[in-house]
Nanobody, 127 residues
Framework: QVQLVESGGELVQAGGSLRLSCAAS????????MGWFRQAPGKEREFVAA????????DYADSVKGRFTISRDNAKNTVYLQMNSLKPEDTAVYYC????????????????????WGQGTQVTVSS
């Protein structure tokens, strides 16, 4: 069993930055591929960024490329999402997700690929 707890979401002005954190419990973090997703009101949950278990590979949604950076610290069981140049359309609840026992180097972009989810953290970007 893995528990994920996100933090760092808040209200920020357009053009600002935030860093989200996702702390994972358990000893399986280092063998887990991790992802960040977001869900705006009335919309489906969508992929934002993903990182492989050994940080060797990352991938991003086109809408956040060049602005967001995903990283992880396996010693701290934590994955991060650095968000720069925020836009009002980035407003959403952000969720982290874990896929235990993933293959080295693989990243996953579908919600169906992940087994464990956090409770989400609200990011609101004002114009």
């Amino acid at each position: 069993q893995v528990q994920l707890v996100e933090s760092g979401g808040e209200l920020v002005q357009a053009g600002g930055s935030l860093r989200l954190s996702c702390a994972a419990s358990g000893r399986t973090f280092s063998s887990s591929a991790m992802g960040w997703f977001r869900q705006a009101p009335g919309k489906e949950r969508e992929f934002v960024a993903a990182i492989s278990r050994n940080s060797g590979n990352t991938d991003y949604a086109d809408s956040v490329k060049g602005r967001f950076t995903i990283s992880r610290d396996n010693a701290k069981n934590t994955v991060y999402l650095q968000m720069n140049s925020l836009k009002p359309e980035d407003t959403a609840v952000y969720y982290c997700a874990a896929r235990i026992g993933s293959t080295y180097g693989y990243v996953y972009k579908s919600t169906r690929d992940y087994t464990y989810w956090g409770q989400g953290t609200q990011v609101t970007v004002s114009s």
